[in-house]
């Protein structure tokens, strides 16, 4: 990053900062949910745009960092940010073993099996006793909105930090050679379980951080929510808006997804579904790469010429 | 003894209807190695339109049939045509794009489905009554749906063995550039297998409002269900299809008898994770993946 994007980065983070002294409780609701989905795509953007393995059940992790919080809160009294540090650790530790297991899949198996996994664990807290079954679980009150949305900013910034130093280490090199082809990444020395697995545990504990600052903003949380499909939908479409396996995708998709997403979603509430697929399929079709590459392009082209 | 053979019962008419499902699904990721996310949509969308003409109009679903046939074939034709082929044809991002996209698709046609026939689980009460054998109860409903489902998988499987246009699509499946070599039209194939298979998937539908209470919403359940039933049997393999799906329907039968209607839903997932990681070819399949 040259000096004037630092500039700029620095002044974004004083902003969003000091945001929540200055905005009105449903800025700071907008403004807390942005961050969340854009961190949320941040996190698939690893496993799923460096190392290509397309992933429909991330929400799984986030769904563990949300209960594991919430048991550690109402039942052990813990301080929820270190419950919530402990859900994104547990979340990041379940990777290992899921993901020496499921990262044998590929494509189209490998997107589904995490599907599967994370509905399974939706399905398995509402019948579990210990999380509330269906009914739910209920958090201690007294938790404040600014203290969550300085924990998600927080989160934010780190993934979007490790996503650059992704981008531009050995390992994301690696994980990009995977991408493009698995076999010959292999051949050419790249120890591809760990490179994947790797990724796959940085893609789980962004989540699983999350999480646990979620169930403490709904001060409630049933396995609905916690495995909300819908925020998952929503982070994939961000990074797929912004651009797959590029470091300021998710955030640039991200800002535009929700500004068009609080807008249907005001204007349109019964049609919000069926407009956001449809944007999802004509974006695929119109801008196939995303915004940033398509900017990178326009801009390398304007060099040339 | 008596539990036993009903579930099992249960489970075998559930799987006919089932295996029609997911002979439409096996087609579209045949010729295209597309895994068709809005399957259970198109399945769903034709089970509430049947049950919606049912209780406005009274029209029997049978009749319905040949038009929900029609229309799913015409959709799936268009959106082959208009946007899967548009997708860019690299081959690193082809599956995930296409993937992307019929997930769109899903959300998109859940929610026309929601905006046109609003939020309430229907399903079409036709036939009602059930045939005593014994101790054993036959529902009428699922008789039906189970025959006529069977009756038109036959029929797919006469026009996929027996016809030009089938062994055109067989031959696209098995083998692109043998395909292309003997001057297969592949794209018009393609065409083709996406409409059929979408056809196949409103044809189970229709049945699928006799069985099950539904919105526009469960669409999911039966991209599931069908995805499921696929693996089990070994992606592209038609008669693995069909025990897959037998498969499937008992589990999911006896699974909600004895574990309850909650956890019977991790069935599918499970069973298809498991088939994923063990025999990752399918029970039938010989295709390394």
Not at chain 1, 67 to 89: E, F, Q
Request: aromatic letters at 12%; one cysteine or more; charged letters at 10%.
């Amino acid at each position: 990053m040259n000096r004037t994007g630092l500039a700029a980065a620095l002044v974004a983070v004083v902003l969003l900062a000091i945001a929540p002294l200055r905005l009105n409780g449903y800025l700071v609701d907008l403004l807390y949910t942005t961050i969340l989905s854009v961190a949320l795509a941040y996190g698939w953007n690893i496993i799923s745009g460096y190392a290509g393995y397309f992933s429909f059940g991330q929400i799984g992790f986030f769904g563990i960092g949300a209960y594991a919080t919430g048991l550690l809160v109402a039942d052990a009294h813990w301080y929820w940010m270190v419950g919530a540090l402990a859900g994104g650790l547990i979340a990041c530790a379940l990777a290992f073993p899921l993901g020496y297991v499921m990262l044998r899949l590929r494509g189209p198996f490998f997107a589904m099996g995490m599907f599967g996994m994370a509905q399974m664990l939706r399905v398995l807290t509402t019948a579990i006793p210990a999380t509330g079954a269906g009914s739910g679980l209920f958090l201690p009150p007294g938790s404040s909105i600014t203290e969550v949305y300085y924990w998600t900013l927080a989160i934010c910034i780190g993934a979007i930090g490790l996503t650059i130093w992704i981008d531009r280490s050995a390992f994301g090199l690696r994980l990009q050679a995977l991408r493009e082809d698995e076999q010959v990444a292999g051949t050419l020395g790249v120890d591809v379980t760990r490179a994947k697995i790797s990724a796959f545990a940085l893609s789980a504990l962004i989540p699983g951080l999350l999480g646990g600052g979620y169930a403490l903003f709904l001060t409630y949380i049933e396995p609905d929510a916690a495995f909300s499909s819908r925020l998952d939908l929503q982070s994939i479409v961000m990074a797929i808006l912004g651009g797959v396996g590029t470091v300021w995708g998710p955030l640039v998709g991200g800002v535009v997804m929700t500004q068009i997403s609080e807008a249907l979603w005001a204007r349109f509430p019964q049609a919000y579904l069926m407009i956001f697929g449809g944007l999802l399929v004509a974006l695929l079709i119109v801008l196939p790469r995303g915004i940033v590459p398509a900017i990178a392009d326009r801009l390398a082209a304007g060099r040339r010429s | 003894m008596t539990i036993a053979l009903q579930l099992a019962i249960n489970g075998i008419l559930l799987g006919g209807v089932l295996a029609l499902s997911a002979l439409g699904f096996n087609i579209i990721f045949g010729v295209m190695r597309v895994v068709n996310l809005a399957h259970g949509d198109f399945v769903v969308l034709a089970a509430v339109f049947g049950a919606y003409a049912f209780a406005q109009f009274g029209i029997n679903p049978l009749l319905l049939l040949p038009l929900t046939i029609g229309a799913g074939f015409v959709a799936g034709a268009l959106i082959h045509r208009f946007l899967l082929r548009r997708l860019p044809g690299e081959v690193a991002s082809a599956e995930a794009s296409s993937l992307t996209l019929t997930f769109g698709l899903s959300y998109f046609l859940a929610g026309a489905g929601i905006a046109t026939f609003g939020g309430r689980f229907v399903s079409v009460p036709y036939l009602t009554g059930a045939f005593q054998l014994g101790a054993i109860e036959i529902p009428q409903a699922r008789l039906l749906a189970f025959v006529v489902a069977t009756l038109l998988s036959l029929l797919f499987a006469y026009v996929l063995r027996s016809t030009v246009v089938g062994r055109a699509i067989r031959a696209t499946s098995q083998n692109l550039d043998g395909a292309l070599a003997c001057g297969v039209d592949v794209d018009r194939v393609r065409t083709l297998g996406f409409a059929i298979g979408t056809a196949v998937a409103t044809a189970a539908g229709t049945l699928m409002s006799f069985l099950f209470n539904l919105n526009a919403q469960q669409g999911v359940l039966f991209t599931v269900n069908a995805f499921a039933v696929v693996v089990i049997g070994g992606l592209g393999n038609y008669t693995g299809a069909v025990l897959g799906a037998l498969i499937l329907g008992l589990t999911e039968s006896f699974a909600s008898y004895f574990l309850g209607a909650t956890l019977a839903e991790a069935a599918p997932y499970l069973l298809f994770i498991l088939v994923l990681l063990f025999a990752p070819a399918g029970l039938l399949g010989r295709r390394a993946r």
